[in-house]
T-cell receptor, first 111, second 116 residues
Framework: AQSVTQPDIHITVSEGASLELRCNYS??????LFWYVQSPGQGLQLLLK??????LVQGIKGFEAEFKRSQSSFNLRKPSVHWSDAAEYFC?????????FGAGTRLAVHP | DVKVTQSSRYLVKRTGEKVFLECVQD?????MFWYRQDPGLGLRLIYF???????EKGDIPEGYSVSREKKERFSLILESASTNQTSMYLC???????????????FGPGTRLTVL
């Protein structure tokens, strides 16, 4: 079955610290992978996506993600978190005519 | 920039009422989607439309219907609202892409619906 797992429901980091949000997927074919961010009261905004090629993908707002086929993972990273990064983050895999989303990880940033 | 707008940010309705949620996109996208977002469940697809008057059921279509009479507008209808339909509803659009979802979906700000 196609699915996306985000093991961490909540994560809290200090401003300036590094961040890694985990995402594992289950998909039979080559996965097309996405990370979206939802700021409070907002819709979802695309951070980055992976279809093929270089397995390290750069996105907006200083985020990057690495596709690891052997681990079925697509973890999101940022070297130094800003207070404005506090939001909910969703990993998704492109299925037939739809996106399959994980449950999301809510990120809190302490000053 | 792609813009997807939804008619209401917050909506409160009573059980049994017929509810219309409207979504409009301005980028001439063929595909439009309605998702429901609940804590701990992420986003789940209710319906999707790949063209005017064309629709397909998503993962949780029960209790919902949709209408797509014009390319830019996609409506979600709750025929008889129930309390378990209290949720955040998100609309999205993307260019034509039948098959694997390779193209970015663009999301509206969401409608938080409360059914009393």
């Amino acid at each position: 079955a196609q699915s996306v797992t985000q093991p961490d429901i909540h994560i809290t980091v200090s401003e300036g610290a590094s961040l890694e949000l985990r995402c594992n997927y289950s998909y039979g074919a080559t996965p097309y992978l996405f990370w979206y961010v939802q700021s409070p009261g907002q819709g979802l905004q695309l951070l980055l996506k992976y279809f093929s090629g270089d397995t390290l993908v750069q996105g907006i707002k200083g985020f990057e993600a690495e596709f690891k086929r052997s681990q079925s993972s697509f973890n999101l990273r940022k070297p130094s978190v800003h207070w404005s990064d506090a939001a909910e983050y969703f990993c998704a895999v492109g299925g037939y005519n739809k996106l399959i989303f994980g449950a999301g990880t809510r990120l809190a940033v302490h000053p | 920039d792609v813009k997807v707008t939804q008619s209401s940010r917050y909506l409160v309705k009573r059980t049994g009422e017929k509810v219309f949620l409207e979504c409009v996109q301005d980028m001439d996208h063929e595909n439009m989607f309605w998702y429901r977002q609940d804590p701990g469940l992420g986003l789940r697809l209710i319906y999707f439309s790949y063209d005017v008057k064309m629709k397909e059921k998503g993962d949780i279509p029960e209790g919902y219907s949709v209408s797509r009479e014009k390319k830019e507008r996609f409506s979600l209808i709750l025929e008889s609202a129930s309390t378990n339909q209290t949720s955040m509803y998100l609309c999205a659009s993307r260019p034509l892409d039948r098959g694997r979802s390779t193209d970015t979906q663009y999301f509206g700000p969401g409608t938080r619906l409360t059914v009393l």
